[in-house]
């Protein structure tokens, strides 16, 4: 299985930024503007993210949240791949800084690669600088 990890810092509080990251109904909305054009639950547990540049919609399902730890964990439904895993942390730096923590894991493995890779290389600035903006007025 392959694993994709980036690791960046936030100008923001943990707690502002566990917020958005946290919030498995609304945030990649938040922490990805314009790179989703609609983020809806199909059920308690399973969002429908469709994508901006081209209308296609992913699936996922909430696989864990823990509050105190500042973990998300979630998986992709859908037939097209073996497995697919990802999940965020967010550790405080102090008290207006953060560092979050994402891992994808995949099957097959080209998909790292291929795919993962180039995504979650193009949203970390975009996570980075939309986290930064957040002000206790947005959550």
Do not use: K
Not at 51 to 77: K, N, P, Y
């Amino acid at each position: 299985m392959a694993s994709e990890i980036r690791e960046f810092t936030v100008d923001a509080s943990p707690e502002h930024v566990w917020g958005a990251i946290g919030d498995f109904a609304n945030g990649p909305m938040v922490t990805s503007p314009g790179f989703y054009s609609e983020c809806r639950m199909e059920g308690p547990d399973v969002r429908a993210m469709t994508f901006a540049a081209d209308g296609s919609v992913v699936r996922e399902r909430l696989v864990a949240r823990d509050e105190q730890a500042r973990r998300i964990v979630w998986a992709w439904v859908d037939d097209q791949v073996a497995h697919d895993n990802g999940s965020m942390q967010v550790f405080a730096e102090g008290p207006d800084r953060s560092r979050v923590v994402w891992i994808h894991d995949v099957l097959p493995d080209e998909l790292a690669d291929r795919v993962l890779a180039p995504g979650m290389d193009q949203s970390v600035p975009i996570i980075q600088t939309a986290l930064a903006a957040i002000s206790t007025e947005d959550l």
